[in-house]
């Protein structure tokens, strides 16, 4: 009985530390940029052909990380969206709260884009014809012009210069 117990006891107590791991309670505001790289060597591999620090990038919205990935872009529960991953995340958060107006510009255009088709093509060649898919920095950079945020030109390109670019998160 005693051992039955002990069991018991145990597995509520695992049960308690992931989901406390799950639920952590971090909030971030909208607007937040979620910058990220893998650890390790292909985080460092994928960070030299790339040539930026960060390899990654989604916006935060309604307590939600908004981004284009493979295969499709999407929102996931912040509390659910770095758990367990082999990352290095960084959020920056606005220098002063969004506007209700280029919040609800950055909602709009988040879930205009969710299932929108993820494509590199556009990174690899600027220039290159658009094709209808959409990669993380073109969308967080979409996210952010559609609230009326003005970034400069190219800072879509990469993370790194979406965030030096962005006058709202310095």
């Known amino acids: 009985v005693y051992k039955r117990q002990l069991m018991r006891c145990l597995a509520a107590s695992m049960f308690l530390v992931f989901a ?3 639920c952590s309670g971090q909030t971030y505001p909208d607007g937040t940029l979620v910058m990220s790289r893998l650890k390790g060597r292909f985080g460092n591999l994928l960070s030299r052909v790339t040539g930026t620090h960060y390899t990654h990038t989604a916006i935060v919205i309604d307590g939600k990380v908004c981004e284009s990935t493979f295969p499709r872009a999407k929102c996931t529960p912040l509390n659910r969206y770095a758990a367990g991953k082999p990352w290095i995340v960084r959020y920056v958060s606005p220098s002063e709260p969004l506007t209700p107006a280029q919040v609800q510009g950055i909602r709009d255009y988040a879930w205009r884009n969710v299932g929108r088709r993820y494509g590199l093509k556009q990174f690899f060649d ?18 952010l012009s559609s609230a009326g945020i003005q970034l400069p030109s190219k800072s879509w390109h990469t993370p790194d210069r979406l965030l030096h670019g962005s006058p709202i998160h310095q």
């Not at 990669?135 to 996210?143: I, V």
């Open 20 to 22: 406390c791991a799950e």
């Open 126 to 143: 600027p220039n290159s014809r658009p094709d209808g898919r959409i990669y993380c920095s073109q969308f967080t950079h979409g996210a």
